[in-house]
């Protein structure tokens, strides 16, 4: 008899279970807004260039034809070079992760924020992330422009989210086809590359309708098919929720119940509450089917590590004090087994701990979720009292936090691309001098510095012994001009301590045995064949005979640790207005692997010394190097004012647009240079308005004014705009006068 015509007890064991669970244990739902509110709220979103759908009609009825500038990123996914920094610490473990911040969403993820007071997430190490998920409690998410352009000028993946939920209406509606097609993979598809993201993660927390007996086929299939029009550049993830049985049952692993999914995706994320058998299963199963075991993405709960929350406690690996402050410990078995890690609520740190305490006292310093962050990530040490809302005992200060960092097990991956490398060492949220509030600029985060060691308090408490003269940097966000100018100021220092009765002298411990001391700044991977040159923006700050000081390039060989580095030395320049220096890269038979800034002293002076102010570093290709032939092969025009109209609402804005010279047809793009698909050969523009009052940074062809900057302008207003190429050198517009009446937006105030 066929064995398909039994029914399948277990499947209706687990659905009879959820019922009566249910029926003990009753779970209402809270009413939330009303469609008519949720309608009006995703209107208001539009204008802060947020895009998300409710429900499958708005997937739908979405249209390519009429979008908003706005809500398109420009920056395109910079191309990591290939091959991994090496490490010395092991296997390593690429890194997902999965932000849920507080719903999502949020004011200063928009294209025009507000002043803060208070910094907010966002990740400093993204050289050691390989995706992305944008993630907020919607059918569909489409990630921010400014967390896309972020993300991809570090070379970091952007994926947005399909959620069903269990109270989701409509289910069916996902797998409706037309023609073959299924309708809402299309529309996924098709809006994927229309707001310049990297994929999608599906998870689906809704059982199978009843009357489909082949649901998990047709989940397949739309898998398939979504990657299918998606191409191989970007990727689908599948979540460990929903089974081949038509179930919600997480599987907390690779498990013949979700590896149909897993085959048909390009990876599987999976439920947070595994453990070493379910580890050591995966790995048979993933083995035998073939699945590469880093495309196995096990899911780790930051907020596991709470015993605050209502309810059942929450689990993850260890069992015990998992998550939090312990997630390296997960990362290390996972790297050890050579699997992935996804990691849920990066942001925990900026939830659960306070974003307004600063420890040193002050209204602007680090917060306790800056430091807790810091410590999560690079293993600093925890502040002694976290203000968190945690009872009884310190559940995040464990024994092994500190030797566990997310840095320490996390795939790292060369800064830049192969061919070019930018940084102007922007963060996400810039210091206003005025208000001394803090403007967020997500789009503008830079890649950052090399994270060990950042600060003169982590040189001093990871090292214990005799006095050692040693480099570290500090980031300013702020300049005491009207325009805040990012820079990044290195300083010496002798640490440690004198020993009694030994030898009183400085012990600089280079691997020479002279007093050069060496900072990496960043790990690349780029050819050293002469191709490329490195031009760097900086200032000495100290004239001394006993000091020299300036920055290094070090060249390897794959498969070999000893590096070899070549180092230039700084002078005091006749005109601080010209501080820009340029490096030669060129060693036969190797890679540019570094770059960094060192010193080499014999002076005993204990105080800390600023050697360098570095306001921002350039490699691209020497044929790319005449700006001025690349300014000339551009204009910016039509400078005009316009109205964004959705529904009822309308939004003025200045906008213009960018063409090429036509007597500079001939000039080349180089193809080792990035290039936008809506802003060309644009990182950004600057929009000066009434002579400077206002200066807004936008990353499209259009931008609003709020109410305050218009407030004092003249009835007629000159607007002028600056394009910020690719790779350095400026775009000016001639100056245009625009009536201010025809700017003022009444609908925020």
């Known amino acids: 008899?066929?064995?398909?015509?039994?029914?399948?007890?277990?499947?209706?064991?687990?659905?009879?279970?959820?019922?009566?669970?249910?029926?003990?244990?009753?779970?209402?739902?809270?009413?939330?807004?009303?469609?008519?509110?949720?309608?009006?709220?995703?209107?208001?979103?539009?204008?802060?260039?947020?895009?998300?759908?409710?429900?499958?009609?708005?997937?739908?009825?979405?249209?390519?034809?009429?979008?908003?500038?706005?809500?398109?990123?420009?920056?395109?996914?910079?191309?990591?070079?290939?091959?991994?920094?090496?490490?010395?610490?092991?296997?390593?473990?690429?890194?997902?992760?999965?932000?849920?911040?507080?719903?999502?969403?949020?004011?200063?993820?928009?294209?025009?924020?507000?002043?803060?007071?208070?910094?907010?997430?966002?990740?400093?190490?993204?050289?050691?992330?390989?995706?992305?998920?944008?993630?907020?409690?919607?059918?569909?998410?489409?990630?921010?422009?400014?967390?896309?352009?972020?993300?991809?000028?570090n070379g970091v993946r952007a994926l947005g989210t399909l959620l069903i939920e269990p109270q989701t209406p409509n289910l069916e509606r996902l797998l409706t086809r037309k023609d073959g097609v299924f309708i809402v993979a299309r529309q996924l598809a098709d809006i994927t590359g229309i707001y310049g993201f990297d994929g999608w993660l599906i998870n689906v927390e809704q059982d199978a309708p009843e009357a489909y007996m082949n649901w998990s086929h047709l989940l397949i299939d739309f898998i398939l098919q979504l990657r299918k029009f998606l191409g191989v550049h970007r990727k689908v993830l599948w979540y460990d929720a929903l089974t081949t049985d038509g179930d919600v049952y997480y599987q907390n692993g690779l498990t013949p119940l979700n590896r149909p999914y897993a085959e048909a995706a390009d990876g599987l994320f999976t439920n947070y509450k595994w453990n070493d058998k379910r580890l050591a299963d995966s790995k048979l199963l993933a083995i035998e089917a073939a699945i590469p075991t880093e495309n196995v993405f096990?899911?780790?709960?930051?907020?596991?590590?709470?015993?605050?929350?209502?309810?059942?406690?929450?689990?993850?690996?260890?069992?015990?004090?998992?998550?939090?402050?312990?997630?390296?410990?997960?990362?290390?078995?996972?790297?050890?087994?050579?699997?992935?890690?996804?990691?849920?609520?990066?942001?925990?740190?900026?939830?659960?701990?306070?974003?307004?305490?600063?420890?040193?006292?002050?209204?602007?310093?680090?917060?306790?979720?800056?430091?807790?962050?810091?410590?999560?990530?690079?293993?600093?040490?925890?502040?002694?009292?976290?203000?968190?809302?945690?009872?009884?005992?310190?559940?995040?200060?464990?024994?092994?936090?500190?030797?566990?960092?997310?840095?320490?097990?996390?795939?790292?991956?060369?800064?830049?691309?192969?061919?070019?490398?930018?940084?102007?060492?922007?963060?996400?949220?810039?210091?206003?001098?005025?208000?001394?509030?803090?403007?967020?600029?997500?789009?503008?985060?830079?890649?950052l510095p090399n994270v060990i060691p950042v600060s003169i308090q982590d040189w001093e408490a990871i090292h214990q012994g005799p006095m050692t003269r040693v480099l570290y940097g500090k980031l300013d966000s702020k300049h005491p001009a009207a325009d805040c100018v990012p820079s990044l100021t290195i300083f010496t220092k002798i640490v440690g301590s004198w020993e009694e009765g030994g030898d009183q002298s400085v012990n600089y411990g280079t691997r020479e045995s002279t007093p050069i001391q060496r900072l990496c700044l960043y790990k690349l991977n780029m050819p050293a064949d002469g191709s490329l040159e490195a031009t760097i923006e900086a200032r000495i700050m100290r004239h001394d005979t006993q000091i020299r000081t300036g920055f290094y390039l070090a060249y390897g060989v794959p498969g070999d640790q000893r590096l070899k580095h070549a180092h230039y030395t700084m002078s005091p320049p006749t005109f601080r207005l010209e501080p820009f220096i340029k490096l030669p890269i060129h060693m036969s038979n190797r890679r540019l692997v570094e770059l960094g800034a060192f010193v080499e002293s014999d002076s005993e002076q204990s105080l800390p010394i600023a050697l360098l102010e570095i306001d921002s570093i350039v490699i691209k290709p020497r044929k790319a190097m005449i700006l001025e032939d690349m300014e000339a092969a551009f204009t910016i025009e039509d400078i005009r004012q316009v109205e964004e109209v959705k529904e009822s609402r309308v939004e003025k804005r200045i906008a213009w647009r960018w063409a090429t010279n036509p007597g500079q047809q001939g000039q080349v793009w180089p193809v080792e240079m990035p290039w936008s698909q809506t802003t060309g050969p644009f990182s950004s523009f600057t929009v000066r308005v009434g002579g400077g009052k206002a200066i807004i940074k936008a990353f499209s062809t259009q931008c609003s004014l709020k109410p305050k900057e218009i407030e004092g302008l003249d009835e007629t207003v000159v607007v002028q705009v600056v394009g910020n190429l690719f790779g350095g050198g400026h775009v000016h517009s001639a100056p245009y006068s625009l009536h201010k009446i025809d700017l003022i937006n009444h609908m925020n105030e």
């Open 1 to 153: 008899m066929d064995s398909s015509t039994f029914p399948d007890w277990r499947r209706i064991g687990r659905r009879l279970g959820k019922k009566l669970r249910d029926g003990l244990n009753p779970h209402p739902v809270a009413p939330g807004p009303s469609p008519e509110e949720r309608r009006a709220q995703r209107l208001r979103d539009g204008f802060k260039g947020f895009v998300y759908f409710d429900t499958f009609e708005e997937v739908e009825a979405w249209d390519s034809e009429n979008v908003d500038p706005i809500q398109q990123p420009n920056q395109p996914l910079l191309l990591r070079s290939a091959g991994n920094v090496p490490n010395e610490h092991g296997p390593k473990t690429k890194l997902i992760l999965c932000h849920d911040y507080q719903g999502g969403y949020h004011d200063y993820d928009g294209v025009r924020p507000d002043l803060l007071d208070f910094e907010m997430y966002s990740c400093r190490y993204l050289q050691f992330v390989d995706m992305f998920i944008y993630f907020s409690h919607k059918l569909v998410c489409v990630p921010p422009p400014t967390w896309s352009n972020c993300l991809h000028r």
């Open 298 to 447: 096990f899911g780790i709960d930051l907020w596991a590590q709470n015993n605050n929350l209502p309810g059942s406690p929450r689990v993850t690996y260890p069992p015990k004090g998992g998550g939090g402050t312990n997630t390296g410990l997960a990362m290390n078995t996972l790297s050890q087994n050579g699997f992935s890690t996804a990691v849920f609520a990066p942001a925990w740190t900026f939830e659960h701990f306070p974003i307004s305490s600063s420890l040193c006292g002050s209204s602007r310093g680090p917060s306790v979720a800056h430091h807790v962050d810091e410590s999560l990530w690079t293993g600093a040490s925890l502040p002694d009292e976290l203000l968190c809302d945690c009872h009884g005992r310190k559940p995040h200060h464990t024994s092994h936090y500190r030797s566990n960092a997310i840095t320490r097990f996390a795939q790292e991956y060369p800064a830049g691309s192969s061919t070019f490398f930018k940084t102007g060492f922007n963060q996400a949220f810039l210091e206003q001098p005025k208000t001394n509030q803090l403007l967020p600029g997500l789009s503008s985060q830079d890649p």
